[in-house]
């Protein structure tokens, strides 16, 4: 019996299927039905809450399955087969996360972390960009702390080493970082693979999408990586053969970048 063969785009979306300031999709909803209707998955791997990504899925009016908070939370897989489980848990709680982040990270590094979630409003609004429900969907986290590093390169990159020796992650996607579990949206990825696999029996044909840091793992983890144009994060940042790099910036160069990447495995957008 010959194996059924499926594409599946995994994506993140603050500056890669969403403009990073706007949060405007352009043409991409228009492009995901029409490539949703000729059975390619998209799954949006994002460090968004389950209730953002949620609205997300009702904007774009399509049923996405997707990968929540940076790998904490498969959801919606009941959306791609019924004998798959709608929700997956890989990341233990927040307050489980926080207490041992406290009990094992000294003070001088923690006091460079502001907490998004112990500001006032006004403040959170600034530094995520979101007003009203949107801000508070954005806060409602049940497995990462959002946080505004305050300190230098080296010591941000020294509290990295440390959080990732105490099996926890320090994954930053630009306006801020998520202090989560150790996982991290490639680990998700391949856990969600892996049982796409061992239930279906599916071979699975993977485009990764991203535009920054947080985004490495799960390009590095793809058949075919792509990389959105970010002036934060480039070519530089992540660099291999196989990756195909935007010439815009979001959304337009997640278009860009999806209709040469489908081309590759003889899709046409």
């Known amino acids: 019996m010959k194996q059924k063969k499926i594409t599946i785009i995994f994506t ?10 706007t949060f405007r999709f352009g043409n991409n909803k228009k492009i995901s039905k029409n490539l949703t209707n000729k059975g390619i998955i998209i799954i949006p ?17 399509i049923k996405f399955p997707f990968i929540s908070e ?50 006032k409003l006004k403040e959170q609004s600034k530094i995520l960009g979101l007003k ?12 990462t702390i959002p946080i505004k590093f305050i300190g230098k390169k080296t010591e941000k990159l020294k509290i990295q ?4 020796k105490i099996g926890l992650s320090f ?55 792509c990389l959105v144009r970010n002036k934060k994060f480039n070519k530089n940042d992540f660099k291999t053969s196989k990756c195909i790099y935007s010439k815009k910036i979001a959304p337009y160069g997640w278009a860009e970048v999806v209709k040469l990447a489908l081309a590759k495995v003889n899709y046409k957008v």
């Open 12 to 21: 993140d979306l603050d500056g890669t299927f969403l403009n990073k300031n």
């Open 45 to 61: 791997n994002s460090s968004k809450t389950i209730d953002e990504l949620k609205s997300f899925n009702k904007k774009i009016g």
């Open 70 to 119: 940076n790998g904490s939370t498969i959801y919606n897989l009941k959306y791609i087969n019924k004998k798959l489980p709608l929700k997956i848990k890989i990341g233990r709680p927040r307050s489980i996360i926080l207490k041992i982040f406290k009990k094992r990270i000294k003070k001088k590094y923690i006091d460079k972390c502001i907490f998004i979630d112990k500001l």
């Open 132 to 143: 009203s429900k949107e801000l508070k969907d954005a806060l409602n986290r049940k497995h």
């Open 161 to 164: 080493k440390i959080i990732k």
């Open 171 to 225: 994954e930053d996607g630009g306006r801020i970082i998520n202090l989560g579990d150790n996982t991290n949206k490639g680990i998700a990825m391949k856990k969600l693979l892996s049982l796409i696999n061992k239930k279906l029996k599916f071979k699975v044909n993977t485009i990764g999408i991203g535009d920054n840091y947080n985004d490495i793992e799960m390009l590095k983890n793809c058949d075919i990586p």
